[in-house]
């Protein structure tokens, strides 16, 4: 699987503790879809070994937290959605000042403090709440 693109796991029932790549393993992987699963969590170890990673997809998991520099070992990475999950808050080293081309995260629970500090990293922010107004001031 060393020259993988493009890894779709997504409708599998996945659990975070039962995701696992070995090293080097998918080192050229550019792209991963891991949504509609059950990753309450994501753990540092799926993704560690992902250097080459730029698109990562977490919709509908369930996820509640990202974990303090989470992404720090995907230096490429550029988009990602984490629509429809749980999180209600963010770390905020989870990105590690990393500036994304497109952050996603429609139907979260997110706070305006949050969404302002990502706006400043991102470059396509997609914001979809329902039933939330969101007001922002430096």
Known sequence: MPALVTLSLEDNLLVDRSLW???????????????????????????????NLRRLYLRSNGIETLPQGLFRATPRLDVVDLSANNISRLDRHAFNGKCLRQFCFCYTLFTGREIYSLLCRSHVLAIAMVGVSVSVTS
């Open 21 to 51: 790549f070995p090293a080097n393993a998918l080192n050229r992987l550019e792209e991963l879809r891991l949504g509609r699963n059950r990753m309450r969590e994501l753990s540092r170890d799926v993704i560690s070994g992902l250097r």
